[in-house]
């Protein structure tokens, strides 16, 4: 009977379901719904993969490296009670040149390095699959700028646009290599949100130009670990 990170892998890479799926979670679920579990009798407390534990789920855990650090949101005047989902700056290369410095954090914490060890090595021992979630090249720029102004920087500010990609290009290389030096992620997801249920928010000639380049370069990188 092959392991649970087997198991994913021969899913995944060769269709072959002859030893059943793994089952697991792909997304962590809401508070309001573990506080619902908990009034029903799950142990209080518990963080999400230690609840994926508990109901013997196939979990993976992720290292989604955020590029809005606290220096970030300090570089931007924001207020203390700022959410992720609120723009940080305004369509200008002033503001996003102020707010540069706090963006991309390439050195991993020692707490970060220390967690990742221990998953390394339950996923050597095939009880886990790595699931590595990275900003993608629509979603960064997106979370800086507000979604309206954002699609129209497309138009109105495309040099403004393939910076911010670019650089957002350089740092997924390089936390990349430097989390490959501790693990190497069975599979890896760009967060995008790219579309919605009618269709893209971008033109097909515009992903060409804007995003592709971003995607030649991560992708060989990922295919080649």
Known sequence: MANIREQFLRVMRDGDLSEGFPITEFAPYWDLTQQRWEAEGLPKGLSYPQALDYFGLAYRPFVWKPAFTAKTRELANLPEDWRWELPMIRTTEEDYARVLPGLFPTELHPTEIQAMEAEAERQAKGEVWILLYIDGPFWFP??????????????????????????LTEYNLAILEKICEIYTPDTVVFAEDLAYRHGSMISRDMFEEFLSPHYKRVVPFLVAR
Do not use: S, T
């Open 142 to 167: 997106r979370m800086l700028l507000g979604v309206e102004p954002h699609l129209m920087a497309f138009c109105e500010q495309p040099a403004l646009m393939k910076r911010m990609i670019n650089d």
